[in-house]
């Protein structure tokens, strides 16, 4: 299995609100960071990858914690000229930071990690006729989000709160907004969502609630024995 792993995330490396989690599960393993925005000032990431009116949106983090809205075409286009550089550099296991569809991303032999691959389906087969929750961090993604949990038994329900810009009061108006649909699980559909995002929403619901970067980082850890 492969030894050497490197984490890419959309938005700028090393995410430190990410790392804690990674390294309570991958210890040994987290050592290297990339980031499709590393490097690039604020103008760059707005000609780059700021989306235009009608865009698919994808959310992440600066290293001065702000919040930042990019285009998914263009973030794809991007990422995928990481992980080719990532390969080519010698990794052997790639291991993506971001929730968001990717349908082309490719590698030649390193092992890809993709989120939205892996958390989905495994939602789908451990639900029966719950109604599922879904928080993501902006308005314009509930809509989007649509093609990706459209397996669920019974459609999902959305609530939004930005891991990197909601208060106290923003998640708990999300709860509410849940707890009227009468969900039955919750999942945090980012990777900026941590613990104390995932108990303000259980202490209020009293359901399982799952944060979508734990789950990955579990799945790696076993596979990276």
């Not at 849940?178 to 990777?191: E, I, P, R, S």
Request: hydrophobic letters at 45%; one cysteine or more.
């Amino acid at each position: 299995m492969a030894k050497s792993l490197v984490t890419l995330t959309i938005g700028q490396s090393p995410r430190s609100d990410i790392l804690p989690l990674l390294r309570l599960h991958l210890p040994d393993a987290v050592t290297d960071h990339a980031g499709l925005l590393d490097g690039l000032s604020a103008a760059d990431i707005a000609a780059q990858y700021g989306p235009a009116a009608g865009e698919k949106i994808l959310v992440s983090r600066l290293q001065s914690g702000e919040q930042v809205r990019l285009a998914a075409s263009r973030v794809e286009q991007g990422l995928q000229r990481k992980i080719s550089a990532l390969e080519q550099a010698g990794y052997d296991t790639i291991l993506l930071l971001c929730t968001g569809e990717f349908g082309t991303l490719r590698t030649r032999r390193a092992l890809l990690l993709e989120p939205d691959r892996i958390i989905p389906p495994l939602i789908c087969a451990m639900v029966q006729q719950q109604r599922v929750g879904i928080v993501v961090p902006v308005e314009e993604q509930v809509v989007e989000q649509a093609a990706k949990w459209q397996l669920l038994p019974t459609p999902a329900h959305y609530a939004v709160a930005s891991p990197y810009q909601a208060d106290e009061a923003t998640f708990a108006a999300a709860a509410r907004t849940l707890q009227a649909a009468d969900v039955g699980l919750v999942v945090l559909d980012c990777f900026g969502y941590h613990q104390q995002h995932r108990a303000a929403l259980q202490s209020r619901l009293g359901v399982p609630v799952l944060l979508s970067n734990q789950l990955v980082a579990r799945l790696a850890a076993e596979l990276l024995g």
